[in-house]
C-alpha cells in the first residue's frame, strides 16, 4: 500500500537553529514527492517538490529537501529557522502515471521560539 | 498569483442535515480535487473530477458524498445526510494536468457537525 511517514509530530526549535524533518514513503514506482507548509489560518502552500533529476530539491523560503531513493526518504532541511518557520509541514507522495491524487503524511508541527 | 478560493470558510450545521462547499479553483486547470482533514490526522483525498466526471474516489467517497461543477467555474462538494464524524476540513485543490505539475489548495472549509 502507498504510504507515507513523518517521524515527528511536533519539533520545537530557536531561532537561527538547523531543522531538518524526516518524511519516508511507500511505494515500488516511481513517484513525485512535495513538501507542503501551512501556516496558521492559511492553506497549504507547495514548498518544493521533486520530479526527476538533480535529487537535491530546492524551495522558496530556504528550504531544500533530498530525495534518496534507496531509502525512500525525502527529508526537508532549512540550515538556520526563522520564528516565521512555525507552521505545519506536510511530505506528500504523488505515484507516477497514477492521476494526480496526493498520499500525504500526518505532518510535522514546528515551532520556533524567539 | 492566481488562487483557488473556497467558500464558506467555516460552516456548523446539525447531524442528518446536507452541506455544499464550494470551490473556484484556478481558471486554466483542468483536474480537480477535495481533501479532508480530520483534526489531528492526515490530509486525505476524497475525489479528483475531470472532464465532468469522477476520475477517481477514495473508500472515503461514499453515496453520502457527491461532486459537481454546475456552471464552469464552481466545484462542489455536496454532503447529504452530515454525520458528526464528518466534521474536519475541507480542502480544494486544482491542476493543470493529472501529473507532472503542483496541485494548488485552497484555504480550506471547516466544517463542524452538531
Same mark, same amino acid.
Given at each position: 500500500?502507498?504510504?507515507?511517514?513523518?517521524?515527528?509530530?511536533?519539533?520545537?526549535?530557536?531561532?537561527?537553529?538547523?531543522?531538518?524533518?524526516?518524511?519516508?514513503?511507500?511505494?515500488?514506482?516511481?513517484?513525485?514527492?512535495?513538501?507542503?507548509?501551512? +501556516?496558521?489560518?492559511?492553506?497549504?502552500?507547495?514548498?518544493?517538490? +521533486?520530479?526527476?533529476?538533480?535529487?537535491?530539491?530546492?524551495?522558496?523560503?530556504?528550504?531544500?529537501?533530498?530525495?534518496?531513493?534507496?531509502?525512500?526518504?525525502?527529508?526537508?532541511?532549512?540550515?538556520?529557522?526563522?520564528?516565521?518557520?512555525?507552521?505545519?509541514?506536510?511530505?506528500?507522495?504523488?505515484?507516477?502515471?497514477?492521476?494526480?491524487?496526493?498520499?500525504?503524511?500526518?505532518?510535522?508541527?514546528?515551532?520556533?521560539?524567539? | 498569483?492566481?488562487?483557488?478560493?473556497?467558500?464558506?470558510?467555516?460552516?456548523?450545521?446539525?447531524?442528518?442535515?446536507?452541506?455544499?462547499?464550494?470551490?473556484?479553483?484556478?481558471?486554466?486547470?483542468?483536474?480537480? +480535487?477535495? +481533501?479532508?482533514?480530520?483534526?489531528?490526522?492526515?490530509?486525505?483525498?476524497?475525489?479528483?473530477?475531470?472532464?465532468?466526471?469522477?476520475?477517481?474516489?477514495?473508500?472515503?467517497?461514499?453515496?453520502?458524498?457527491?461532486?459537481?461543477?454546475?456552471?464552469?467555474?464552481?466545484?462542489?462538494?455536496?454532503?447529504?445526510?452530515?454525520?458528526?464524524?464528518?466534521?474536519?476540513?475541507?480542502?480544494?485543490?486544482?491542476?493543470?494536468?493529472?501529473?507532472?505539475?503542483?496541485?494548488?489548495?485552497?484555504?480550506?472549509?471547516?466544517?463542524?457537525?452538531?
Amino acid at each position: 500500500a502507498q504510504s507515507v511517514s513523518q517521524h515527528n509530530h511536533h519539533v520545537i526549535l530557536s531561532e537561527a537553529a538547523s531543522l531538518e524533518l524526516g518524511c519516508n514513503y511507500s511505494y515500488g514506482g516511481t513517484v513525485n514527492l512535495f513538501w507542503y507548509v501551512q +501556516y496558521p489560518g492559511q492553506h497549504l502552500q507547495l514548498l518544493l517538490k +521533486y520530479f526527476s533529476g538533480d535529487p537535491l530539491v530546492k524551495g522558496i523560503k530556504g528550504f531544500e529537501a533530498e530525495f534518496i531513493k534507496s531509502k525512500f526518504s525525502f527529508n526537508l532541511r532549512k540550515p538556520s529557522v526563522q520564528w516565521s518557520d512555525t507552521a505545519e509541514y506536510f511530505c506528500a507522495l504523488r505515484p507516477h502515471n497514477q492521476g494526480g491524487k496526493l498520499i500525504f503524511g500526518q505532518g510535522t508541527e514546528l515551532s520556533v521560539k524567539p | 498569483e492566481p488562487e483557488v478560493t473556497q467558500t464558506p470558510s467555516h460552516q456548523v450545521t446539525q447531524m442528518g442535515q446536507e452541506v455544499i462547499l464550494r470551490c473556484v479553483p484556478i481558471s486554466n486547470h483542468l483536474y480537480f +480535487y477535495w +481533501y479532508r482533514q480530520i483534526l489531528g490526522q492526515k490530509v486525505e483525498f476524497l475525489v479528483s473530477f475531470y472532464n465532468n466526471e469522477i476520475s477517481e474516489k477514495s473508500e472515503i467517497f461514499d453515496d453520502q458524498f457527491s461532486v459537481e461543477r454546475p456552471d464552469g467555474s464552481n466545484f462542489t462538494l455536496k454532503i447529504r445526510s452530515t454525520k458528526l464524524e464528518d466534521s474536519a476540513m475541507y480542502f480544494c485543490a486544482s491542476s493543470p494536468t493529472s501529473s507532472g505539475n503542483t496541485i494548488y489548495f485552497g484555504e480550506g472549509s471547516w466544517l463542524t457537525v452538531v
